[in-house]
């Protein structure tokens, strides 16, 4: 990593910052450096690939809008969405994050727990509209 902050954080702290292992953030910036050599002409990008997995991450874990986090890092929106869309699509692609599939879950020799969460709608009971208890009483008209 080139980024000194984050090399002075603890491993718990990293993991708070970013929400993962350190060990697999080294790998995921791995992929993405490897999926970066093979781009052909155009501009630079002014941030190094460990921001934009930081930026990607901020995304995700924070829920924060691209409006925030593109002046956080001193990009234009746009820029800051094609970056993580890069990210994204690029770390889809290798693989290597990806879920074990149904199969796989089934051969496994986990056994996972299953908490079932009754959330089914009850009615309220709510006077009629314009009944007498809901509504005041009118005032007499033959004054």
Known sequence: MKDDSLERLSDVQFRRLTGLKRAVFVKM????HAAGKHRQGGNRHSLSLEKRLLMALEYWREYRTLFH?????????????????????TLIKSGAFSLPGKKALRTSELEFGVVLVDATETPIERPKKNSGVSTPVKRNATR
């Open 69 to 89: 986090i593109s002046h956080s890092y001193g990009l234009s929106e746009s820029a800051c969405c094609r970056s993580i869309r890069w990210v994204e699509d």
């Open 29 to 32: 910036l791995q992929v993405l």
